[in-house]
Each structure stands twice: as C-alpha cells, then as structure tokens.
C-alpha cells in the first residue's frame, strides 16, 4: 500500500487545516488509518485512527478540536484539525495497517503564536 499525504500548511493560532491521506487502495480495505505527528527533537506520537469498522480513537490533547474521517468519493482519510495551536506544529504522517504497516510521507504543519 502506498499513501500519499498532502494538506499541510502554515496557519496561525486558532485557525484549521484539513490533511488528506490517499492510499493505493481501497480505504475500507485497510485495517486502520492513523495520522502520527513528529515535532522537532520529540518522538513520533500517534493522533488519530480510525479502523474499518469505523471506530475512531483521539490523542489526549487533539480531542474535541481535531476529527478523523474516511472520504468515500476522494478515497482518503482526512484529518480536519480545527483551533490549532503552537504545540500542533509538526510533521504529520499517515499510516495504515493491512497486516503490516505503510507508512506516507510527511507532511509539515506549522502553527504560529
């Protein structure tokens, strides 16, 4: 499976972006889609999954402004990330698992004070 994210941005506090995460097949043919994040000098941190069934699961400090979905008609999973904030800054990743792991590339979202 290859994934190709796009959607990231630079945009001030408060403010939204949507990533998209457009896999190579089918996204109801994949076990779970996840986006990570990565901020500089810190580890990789998981934000967001949601698995075939459609059952979602949220970081902490992303619930209530950040939400998962699976686009039917453009075949990604999208993150819409609302009120952003400094500490969101990073380099989002998505992942999907389909036995293995797959993993996109990444791609960086900065929020300004």
């Known amino acids: 499976v290859q994934l190709q994210a796009s959607g990231g941005g630079l945009v001030q506090t408060g403010g939204s972006l949507r990533l998209s995460c457009a896999p190579s097949?089918?996204?109801?043919?994949?076990?779970?889609m996840a986006w990570y994040r990565q901020a500089p000098g810190k580890q990789r941190e998981l934000v967001t999954s949601i698995t075939s069934g459609g059952s979602t699961n949220y970081a902490d400090s992303v619930k209530g402004r950040f939400t998962i979905s699976r686009e039917k008609a453009k075949n990604t999973v999208d993150l819409q990330m609302n009120s952003l904030k400094p500490e969101d800054t990073g380099v989002y990743y998505c992942k999907a698992k389909q036995g293995i792991e797959y993993w996109g590339q990444g791609t960086q979202v900065t929020v300004s004070s």
């Open positions: 097949t089918s996204i109801f043919a994949i076990d779970v």
